[in-house]
């Protein structure tokens, strides 16, 4: 079993930047791939980027590639999301995710994802 607790989240002016952070617990997780996913008010959740177990490999969603990066320390099973840049559409509830399966490459799936963390908001003002 998997444990995510997500913090980080707040109020910030358009432009600047977040750094949120996903603690896990449970020794599986240095096996998993995990994803950052999130979802604005009236919205799906949406996929914002992935790390892959090793932490050498991420991928991006195209509308954030350039301001975002992920990071992995396996010495404290986390996994931070830095936002730069944020605008408004940049606002919402975001979510750290494992990967159900274990040693794989990763996914941009809602449905790949097992383990969920409860969510941290995030709300850029303009």
């Known amino acids: 079993q998997v444990q995510l607790v997500e913090s980080g989240g707040g109020l910030v002016q358009a432009g600047g930047s977040l750094r949120l952070s996903c603690v896990a617990s449970g020794r599986s997780f240095s096996t998993r791939a995990v994803g950052w996913f999130r979802q604005a008010p009236g919205k799906e959740r949406e996929f914002v980027g992935g790390?892959?177990?090793?932490?050498?490999?991420?991928w991006y969603a195209d509308s954030v590639r350039g301001r975002i990066s992920i990071s992995r320390d396996g010495a404290k099973n986390t996994v931070h999301l830095q936002i730069n840049s944020l605008n408004s559409e940049d606002t919402g509830v975001y979510y750290c995710?494992?990967?159900?399966?274990?040693?794989?490459?990763?996914?941009?799936?809602?449905?790949?994802?097992?383990?969920w963390g409860q969510g941290t908001q995030v709300t850029v003002s303009s």
């Open positions: 995710a494992a990967h159900r399966n274990q040693y794989t490459l990763g996914s941009t799936a809602n449905d790949d994802f097992g383990y």
């Open positions: 790390i892959s177990a090793s932490g050498v490999r991420t």
